[in-house]
């Protein structure tokens, strides 16, 4: 009886400590589980939030730091956010990033330069940054700081200054929650006002324009309102989605330069439902008209008769004698090779076609229609022939070269004339050499306030300085006055006393 009792106590307690056992595994197993998801989820997070575009190394070292991202106040360069301890973020809390993503401010107290778009993030959810965090901890540790050094002149390399500029520029409110999946990921996650919103004279971002368009070193951010000259209000929201999907929408618009990164670092990877969200809000933004643009920068029609076209890939061919005299033409000014129409030949014709309509079943775009030549804004136009377009998106595609160093800034010119009036819906272009080699430049307009900035401070520390000297003189000679022999100093007050 006891040994049974012994037995039946040994099988209860066996059997207690084995489903203890198989129990914690389990809760192991399913905590695990929840990190894993946790990380994905922060995966997509940084994804949608594009980190990479900025804080990917010199080799494509995820998170390494280096790039300068490029501002009116010079570069400013973005740091190592990899989860290494020393030279990155592997010590940061939930707390520390929700610091930077918020308020722009590192856990040692250090102001970040809004380079790092955290006026943007600053809506993003509690719970996207717990995401986010889980996911950065788990990305290699890169262990050395970036080789580029920030360098800004004085005043602007005094990072308590943002401290004014944060109580200017940012919302009052932290939104803890998500208000509409659009409007998240476009004024938060993605950030595309960044880029699309211009600036004003403090350098934050103008809200009464705001997606009105934007310049960005060489490039243009176009505007992306709902206006339908200007804006995207001719596109449909399956072509706007098909464009942050494949860089490309229809046949007349590809994403070249910084859109071709976020496309390709950022865009592609959004799931369906997310590039229809963005879709469906930007239709929803006030249009903001545009005097200079005639005809809308995105014409469907265009496109629709693109499709209809024969979809055989056709030779590039000479201009044949009818064509010549729709384009008003004379056979010598072809074989010139210095007139626009010789240069077309020579460098565009081969993929683009004499007809501009390009090779659209195999990728080669149609020029005819294309937005960066209905554009009232040459910019991006002159940049695609200086820099080409770099394969981006979700489908593999043909690249195209950049002319920059072939062609020199009067050919360019001819050439970018000769498009956008034969191609591009306008009557007259009158793009020069100056204002290729401006837009080669990259230079940013910059308001008065920050051009005389430097000046101002300049002036300000003078002041300061004689202030300070005018002060010390001011004690010392009242010093002297008091610690001279009383005397002196009372004989002439003493004469005139009766
Ligand atoms: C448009 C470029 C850009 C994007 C996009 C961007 N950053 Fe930054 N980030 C910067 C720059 C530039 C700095 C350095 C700013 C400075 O020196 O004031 C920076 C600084 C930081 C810092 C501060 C590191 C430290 O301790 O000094 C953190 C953390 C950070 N970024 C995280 C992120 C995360 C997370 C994302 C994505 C959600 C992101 N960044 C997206 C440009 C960017
Ligand atoms: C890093 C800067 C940058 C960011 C971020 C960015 N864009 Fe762009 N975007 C550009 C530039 C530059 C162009 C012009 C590209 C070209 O002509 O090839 C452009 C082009 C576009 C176009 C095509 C306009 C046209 O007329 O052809 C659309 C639509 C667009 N962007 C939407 C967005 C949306 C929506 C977001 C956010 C999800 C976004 N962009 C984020 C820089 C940016
Ligand atoms: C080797 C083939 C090739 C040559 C030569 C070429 N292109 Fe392209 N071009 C392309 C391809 C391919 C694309 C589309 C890239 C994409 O969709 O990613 C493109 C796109 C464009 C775009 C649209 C870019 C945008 O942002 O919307 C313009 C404008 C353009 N080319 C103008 C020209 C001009 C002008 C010339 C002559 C100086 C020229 N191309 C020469 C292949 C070429």
Redesign the pocket.
């Known amino acids: 009886m006891w040994h049974q009792l012994v037995l039946a106590a040994g099988l209860v307690l066996t059997g207690s400590l084995a489903g203890i056992a198989l129990d914690s595994t389990a809760i192991a197993a399913e905590k695990t589980a929840g990190e894993a998801a946790l990380v994905e989820r922060g995966e997509y997070?940084?994804r949608a939030?594009?980190?990479?575009?900025?804080?990917v190394g010199p080799n494509g070292t995820p998170f390494a730091?280096g790039?300068?991202?490029p501002t009116p106040l010079g570069n400013?360069?973005?740091?190592?956010?990899s989860s290494s301890k020393e030279f990155?973020?592997g010590n940061?809390s939930v707390r520390?990033?929700t610091g930077?993503?918020r308020e722009?401010k590192?856990?040692?107290g250090?102001?970040?330069?809004?380079?790092?778009?955290?006026p943007a993030?600053r809506g993003?959810t509690a719970d996207d940054i717990e995401a986010?965090h889980a996911y950065?901890q788990t990305v290699p540790a890169v262990e050395h700081a970036p080789e580029a050094k920030?360098n800004l002149d004085f005043p602007f390399n005094m990072?308590f200054l943002?401290i004014g500029w944060n109580l200017i520029n940012l919302d009052e409110e932290v939104s803890a929650s998500e208000k509409d999946r659009g409007s998240y990921l476009v004024e938060n996650?993605a950030?595309c006002g960044?880029c699309h919103t211009p600036r004003d004279d403090m350098m934050g971002s103008d809200e009464t324009q705001y997606l009105g368009g934007s310049q960005l070193g060489r490039w243009y951010a176009p505007n992306i309102t709902s206006d339908e000259f200007a804006g995207i209000g001719g596109w449909s929201e399956e072509q706007l989605a098909d464009y942050f999907k494949h860089g490309q929408a229809g046949y007349i618009a590809q994403a070249a330069g910084p859109m071709g990164e976020a496309v390709h670092h950022s865009l592609q990877y959004l799931s369906d439902s997310d590039r229809m969200a963005i879709a469906s809000y930007l239709k929803t933004v006030p249009p903001i008209a545009d005097d200079q643009q005639e005809n809308p920068v995105f014409d469907s029609r265009i496109n629709t008769q693109l499709i209809g076209r024969d979809p055989v890939v056709i030779k590039a061919t000479r201009f044949e004698p009818e064509e010549l005299e729709r384009h008003g033409l004379k056979a010598e000014d072809i074989e010139d090779p210095d007139s626009a129409p010789g240069l077309y030949q020579q460098h565009c014709a081969g993929c683009h076609m004499d007809d501009g309509t390009g090779q659209p079943v195999s990728f080669y775009a149609s020029l005819q229609g294309n937005t960066a030549l209905r554009s009232a804004n040459p910019r991006n136009l002159v940049a695609v022939i200086l820099e080409g377009v770099a394969y981006n998106g979700a489908t593999p595609r043909p690249l195209m070269p950049g002319f920059e160093g072939e062609l020199d800034s009067q050919e360019i010119a001819d050439l970018a004339n000769y498009v956008r009036v034969e191609f591009g819906g306008h009557t007259t272009s009158n793009i020069d050499a100056n204002q290729v080699n401006h837009i080669a430049s990259g230079e940013q307009p910059v308001s008065g306030l920050i051009r005389y900035a430097p000046l101002l401070a300049w002036l300000g520390v003078l002041v300061a300085v004689l202030l300070i000297i005018g002060l010390v003189w001011f004690f010392w000679a009242r010093r002297r006055r008091q610690h001279a022999p009383r005397a002196s100093r009372h004989t002439p007050k003493n004469k005139v006393r009766p």
């Open positions: 997070i940084a939030a594009d980190c990479m575009a900025c804080h730091g790039k300068p991202v400013i360069i973005a740091t190592n956010i990155g973020i940061y520390d990033l930077v993503l722009g590192t856990p040692t250090k102001h970040l330069y809004p380079a790092m778009p955290y993030y993003l986010l950065l920030t990072r943002m996650l950030h960044i």
